[in-house]
T-cell receptor, first 111, second 118 residues
C-alpha cells in the first residue's frame, strides 16, 4: 500500500481557498487517489477521487501532476462548516477494498 | 437521500460482556464494512463482507469479533467478550460496487455507535 503524507493541521478564514497537499511517492499504477472528509462525531464522507490530471465536482477540485506522486485537494471559498478532518487515501478503485486511513489533515476555518 | 443507519448510538457495557452493534446499509448496496475509531486516533478497518461471507479482515478482527447479515437488511458486528481497549466509535459502511456513484469503491458511512467498556 502506498504511504501518504499530509499536513497534520491547517488554518484558514472564511471565503479563502484552501489547498491540502498529499504526497504518495510509492503510488502504484492501479492506484487511485481519494479524499474523504470527517466531521466530529460523524463517519467519513467521500469527497472526490481521481487518477490523473484534474477532477472537479460541486464540492472540490483534485489536482494530480503527471508523475502522480502527490495530489492537491482544493476547497474553494471555505466556510465555517468546512472545519473537519480531510483524509487522502491511495488504493485500487475496486469494489469492496478496505479503506486505509491515515491521520488526515485537520482544517480549522474561522471567521 | 439513502443513508446508512446504526443502532444504538451509544452502548455502555461491562468488560467481558457480549455486545452486538447493528447497522442497516443502503438497500441496494452489495458490500458492507466495519471500521472503528478510538478517540483521537485514526479510522481503522476491521472487516469487509460480500455475498454473505467475509472478504477481508484486519489484524484487529480476531476471534472475539464476528459479523452477520441475519436478514436482507441488517448487518451486525458482535464482540463476544469486550475488553477496555474495545472502547471506540464503530462505523458501519456500505458500497454499491457498481460504479454508478463517484467511484467503484465509494463507501457510505453510518453515524457510528460509540462503545464504552467499563
Amino acid at each position: 500500500l502506498a504511504k501518504t503524507t499530509q499536513p497534520i493541521s491547517m488554518d484558514s478564514y472564511e471565503g479563502q481557498e484552501v489547498n491540502i497537499t498529499c504526497s504518495h511517492n510509492n503510488i502504484a499504477t492501479n492506484d487511485y487517489i481519494t479524499w474523504y472528509q470527517q466531521f466530529p462525531s460523524q463517519g467519513p464522507r467521500f469527497i472526490i477521487q481521481g487518477y490523473k490530471t484534474k477532477v472537479t465536482n460541486e464540492v472540490a477540485s483534485l489536482f494530480i501532476p503527471a508523475d502522480r506522486k502527490s495530489s492537491t485537494l482544493s476547497l474553494p471559498r471555505v466556510s465555517l462548516s468546512d472545519t473537519a478532518v480531510y483524509y487522502c487515501l491511495v488504493g485500487e478503485n475496486q469494489a469492496g477494498t478496505a479503506l486505509i486511513f491515515g491521520k488526515g489533515t485537520t482544517l480549522s476555518v474561522s471567521s | 437521500e439513502p443513508e446508512v443507519t446504526q443502532t444504538p448510538s451509544h452502548q455502555v457495557t461491562q468488560m467481558g460482556q457480549e455486545v452486538i452493534l447493528r447497522c442497516v446499509p443502503i438497500s441496494n448496496h452489495l458490500y458492507f464494512y466495519w471500521y472503528r475509531q478510538i478517540l483521537g486516533q485514526k479510522v481503522e478497518f476491521l472487516v469487509s463482507f460480500y455475498n454473505n461471507e467475509i472478504s477481508e479482515k484486519s489484524e484487529i478482527f480476531d476471534d472475539q469479533f464476528s459479523v452477520e447479515r441475519p436478514d436482507g437488511s441488517n448487518f451486525t458486528l458482535k464482540i463476544r467478550s469486550t475488553k477496555l481497549e474495545d472502547s471506540a466509535m464503530y462505523f458501519c459502511a456500505s458500497s454499491s460496487g457498481t460504479g454508478v456513484t463517484n467511484s467503484y469503491n465509494e463507501q457510505f458511512f453510518g453515524p457510528g455507535t460509540r462503545l464504552t467498556v467499563l
